[in-house]
């Protein structure tokens, strides 16, 4: 069995989970950790920016960028950071990370703490990634949602020109109200504000896996109407029907109970629009759930749970299967 799963994740699992993803990060910010890549030729081109590999780090590990530099040393081909809200905010009170290894699956309601706009731009000023980054920007909690739109401006001023694409997520289950803003009108407002301060930026828009058929065509639509770049096919979900007892915890819900959820949203999507990017994220566990990602229609995959569960060596094994 490799050294992480029998040794490090053990000792990681004993901490309280928020306190094992601080010191995961600290760790990944030192330097201290890396994990050779296999010498394969993955690299691709998506919207006229090239990847070395197609297997990404999701939105929500490093939220302030403060490990940007470092992730191309796991084997990642990309990396997404946020979610950064226009103001910064402490999140919700602790605890709100929680694992259930026997499901491998993690739920969450931390609610988008970051230090903000500004301090991720300060951040990100002169760091090279040395691979792809997006920013995934969000609406801050004091912002009534009227004003949402005024709050991703805000953001995407400050922090699109460190990005080879945006991601306007719309879809955590831990602000209150936030993913009424997949509805038509008010995500046309957020996302036609944002085409305005920069055309040419490459645009996505992240949706929640528990979108009706119906939601999910009326977010295609504004997203072909708009001329956006493409979709990031999912976030966690609130529902629990996949897990066989309700731990009774609320939050999003990541990794196995969510893969067919994400695969399915993903499929739909495709359906709908063979002509927008698409980033698979939700579930991916095995490195044969990333493969069938990319064959269900992803131009590229992004992990978070898988990661955490499988640790530094499981991008380099997904990086050898697909
Ligand atoms: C602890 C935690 C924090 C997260 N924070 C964010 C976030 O800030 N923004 C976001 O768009 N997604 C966030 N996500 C969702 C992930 O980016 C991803 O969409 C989701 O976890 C499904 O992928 P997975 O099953 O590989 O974890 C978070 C997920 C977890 C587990």
Known sequence: MPF????????LFLMEPEKAHNLGLWAVSHGLVSAKA?????????FGVRFPNPVGLAAG??????ALSRWK???????????????AQPGNPRPRMFRLPSSRAIINRLGF??????????????VAAGIPVGVNIGKSKVTPLEEAHLDYAYSFRALARFADYVVVNVSSPNTPGLRELQERDSLTRILAGLKEIDERKPLFVK???????????????VCQELKLTGMVCTNTTVSRSMLTSDSGIEGGLSGAPLTS???????????????????GVGGVMTPEDAKRKLS???????????????????????????
């Open 207 to 221: 949706i929640a896996p528990d979108l009706s058929l119906g939601a999910i065509e009326d977010v295609v639509a």
């Open 261 to 279: 959820m994400a695969d399915e949203t993903l499929r739909f999507v495709r359906e709908l629009s063979p002509d927008l990017v698409l980033i």
């Open 38 to 46: 296999p010498d394969r030729a993955l690299a691709k081109s998506v």
């Open 61 to 66: 590990f490093d939220k302030n960028a403060v």
């Open 4 to 11: 992480y799963e029998s040794v490090l994740r053990p000792l």
């Open 113 to 126: 703490n970051n230090l903000g706009a500004d301090a991720a731009a300060r951040n990100m000023e002169g």
């Open 73 to 87: 040393d796991l084997g990642f081909g990309f990396v997404e950071v946020g979610t950064v809200t226009r103001h």
């Open 296 to 322: 269900v229609g992803a131009d590229l995959v992004q992990v978070y749970t898988g990661w955490v569960y499988g640790g530094p060596g499981f991008v380099p094994d997904v990086l050898r299967t697909i």
